[in-house]
C-alpha cells in the first residue's frame, strides 16, 4: 500500500541534514508551510540554502529560520518588504549571501529542474545587471539569457487538502510555487488543511499528482484572520 | 503650465486600454488605473502571483489571506476568474499573452529602456519581483510616473542611470506633464499639459521630441 501520510511535522522534517537546499512555498504569508518551517527549525538543522519568493515576513516562518541562523544562502525574487526587517539585517551585516532572481526566472527554472530541462533562454532580464556574467544568444532577432535548472533536496509546500498518494489541490492564490516546487525536489513534504480519503479528490482537479509529493501531514485549518491587511508591500 | 494629477493620468491610461484586453497593473500608482476603467468595458485584470480575473479589494472584514495580488493585499476574484501556479503565470507574461501592462518608473530612456527595479544604491537592498517578466512580456508596456524627480530632473532620459529592468521594452510613457510614444523616430509628444509649449517640454526633459499632438488630434 502506499501511504505518505506521516503523524507529524516533526516527524516529517527529520532528516533534512545540515547544508540541504530547501524549497519553501508561499508569496509572502499567502502558501507559506509556516508549521513544517517551525519544524524545521525546532529540528536544527543548519547552513541550509533556501529557494522562496521572499525571505520571510515579520519574525513567523521563513523569518523564523534566517533569524535562528540557519541559513547561508537565499535564492529569491522579492527579499525585501515592510516587514523584513530579519532578513534586512542579516543581509546588511553580511551573515546571508543572496542571489536575487527575477520571478519569472526562478519560477521556470524550478519548472526545470522538475521537468528534466538542462537549462533554458529567456528574454527575461536581458541587458541587465541580473545577466551579468551570463551565456546571451540572439534567436530570430531577439536576446536572450542562458538559465540554469534549481534543483533542492526538500520542498516545504502548503496544500489545502491531499490524500495518501500525495495527490494535492491547493486554494486560490496560495497555490503559487507549491506545484513547480513539488516537482523540482527529491523529496516534497506537503502540509494540508485536511487529508481526504483515496477518491475524494476529483481526478480531473488534481493540481499535484501524488508523484510528486513523498510526504504528507495534516494541520488543521488555524483560523486565523489576516492580521493587517495589506501591510507587507 | 498645469500639471495633470494623478487622477488624470490613470484616466488617460485607462482610457486607451480597449474592451476585451488581459492586463497586468503594477505595485504603485498603475494599481490606480483599475478604479478609472470604463464600465462599459470587460477588461480581465491578471496578477502575477496567479490570478486572472481579479477584482476590487474587499469590503472589511472579508479579507482572506488566501486571496491577494503581487502587492499582497486582500483582493476579490469577478465572475470567471481562475488560479494558477508560478510558471504558469509567468507564462501569460513571458509568453506574450497580455495585452498591456502599465509599470512604473525611475528613468525611462528614449529608446525605450526601463529602470524600475533599483536605485543602485550602495545601502539598497535589491528586490525585483516579476518587474523584469513584465517589462519584456506585454504587447504594450505602458509607464505611468511624474516627469520629474523632486529634485526636479527628468526621469525621461537619453541612457538610464539606474541599473536596468529592461532593453527597449517601453512603449508609451504617461506623465503628469505630456504624454509619449517611444518609436524608433525617437519619442513623439502625444498630448500635453495645458498651458505648456513644446519648446518647454524639451527643455524640462532635455532630450529630443517630436511634436505629434496636431496629429493625434486630427
Known amino acids: 500500500m502506499v501511504n505518505k501520510i506521516v503523524a507529524s511535522t516533526a516527524e516529517a522534517v527529520a532528516n533534512i541534514g545540515d547544508g540541504a537546499t530547501v524549497m519553501v512555498g508561499g508569496f509572502g504569508t499567502a502558501g507559506m508551510p509556516a508549521e513544517l518551517v517551525d519544524a524545521l527549525i525546532a529540528q536544527g538543522a543548519r547552513n541550509l540554502t533556501i529557494v522562496s519568493n521572499n525571505a520571510g515576513n515579520a519574525e513567523t516562518g521563513l523569518a523564523a529560520l534566517l533569524k535562528a541562523q540557519r541559513v547561508k544562502k537565499i535564492i529569491c525574487s522579492f527579499p525585501r518588504q515592510t516587514d523584513s526587517w530579519v532578513f534586512d539585517g542579516l543581509y546588511r551585516a553580511g551573515e546571508l549571501e543572496l542571489e536575487l532572481v527575477p520571478q519569472g526566472n526562478l519560477a521556470e527554472r ?3 529542474a522538475g521537468a528534466g530541462i538542462g537549462a533554458f533562454y529567456t528574454p527575461t532580464g536581458y541587458g541587465t545587471p541580473l545577466a551579468e556574467g551570463k551565456e546571451t544568444r540572439r534567436i530570430d532577432g531577439r536576446d536572450y539569457v542562458l538559465e540554469y535548472p534549481i534543483r533542492a533536496d526538500f520542498a516545504l509546500i502548503k496544500a489545502l487538502r491531499g490524500d495518501r498518494w500525495g495527490n494535492l489541490v491547493y486554494r486560490k492564490t496560495a497555490r503559487n510555487f507549491g506545484p513547480i516546487m513539488a516537482s523540482a525536489a ?9 487529508i481526504v ?22 494541520i488543521p485549518a488555524a483560523t486565523r484572520l489576516m492580521a493587517t491587511p495589506g501591510a507587507a508591500a | 503650465m498645469k500639471r495633470f494629477s494623478r487622477e488624470q493620468i490613470a484616466t488617460r491610461v485607462a482610457r486607451d486600454i480597449p474592451n476585451g484586453a488581459y492586463v497586468n497593473l503594477g505595485i504603485g500608482l498603475p494599481t490606480m488605473v483599475a478604479n478609472h476603467l470604463p464600465r462599459d468595458r470587460e477588461i480581465i485584470l491578471h496578477t502575477e502571483n496567479g490570478l486572472l480575473g481579479m477584482g476590487p479589494a ?3 472584514g472579508a479579507e482572506d489571506p488566501d486571496l491577494i495580488n503581487a502587492g499582497k493585499q486582500p483582493v476579490t476574484t469577478l465572475l470567471g476568474a481562475s488560479f494558477f501556479h508560478t510558471a504558469d503565470s509567468f507564462a501569460v507574461m513571458r509568453g506574450g ?5 502599465v509599470l512604473g518608473a525611475f528613468q525611462v530612456s528614449v529608446t525605450g529602456d526601463l ?3 533599483h536605485t543602485g544604491g550602495p545601502d539598497a537592498i535589491p528586490a525585483v519581483g516579476g518587474a523584469m517578466d513584465l517589462a519584456i512580456g506585454a504587447k504594450h508596456v ?9 529634485k526636479g530632473e527628468s526621469k525621461i532620459v537619453e541612457r538610464c542611470t539606474y541599473p536596468l529592468t529592461g532593453v527597449g521594452c517601453v512603449n508609451r510613457i504617461y506623465t503628469d506633464v505630456a504624454d509619449f510614444d517611444v518609436t524608433p523616430a525617437g519619442l513623439r509628444v502625444i498630448e500635453m499639459a495645458p498651458e505648456l509649449s ?7 526633459t532635455g532630450v529630443p521630441l517630436v511634436d505629434a499632438t496636431a496629429t493625434v488630434a486630427a
Request: proline share 5%; glycine share 4%; hydrophobic share 45%.
Open chain 1, 197 to 218: 480519503n483515496l477518491g475524494d479528490l476529483d481526478p480531473e482537479n488534481v493540481v499535484t499528482p501524488g508523484i510528486f509529493v513523498q510526504r504528507i501531514v495534516e
Open chain 2, 58 to 60: 474587499p469590503e472589511a
Open chain 2, 142 to 150: 505602458y509607464v505611468m510616473m511624474d516627469l520629474q524627480t523632486k
Open chain 1, 110 to 112: 524550478i519548472r526545470a
Open chain 2, 115 to 117: 529602470a524600475n527595479w
Open chain 2, 97 to 101: 499573452h497580455l495585452d498591456y501592462c
Open chain 2, 198 to 204: 513644446f519648446a518647454e517640454l524639451e527643455r524640462i
Open chain 1, 186 to 194: 527529491k523529496c516534497t513534504i506537503a502540509q494540508v488543511r485536511e
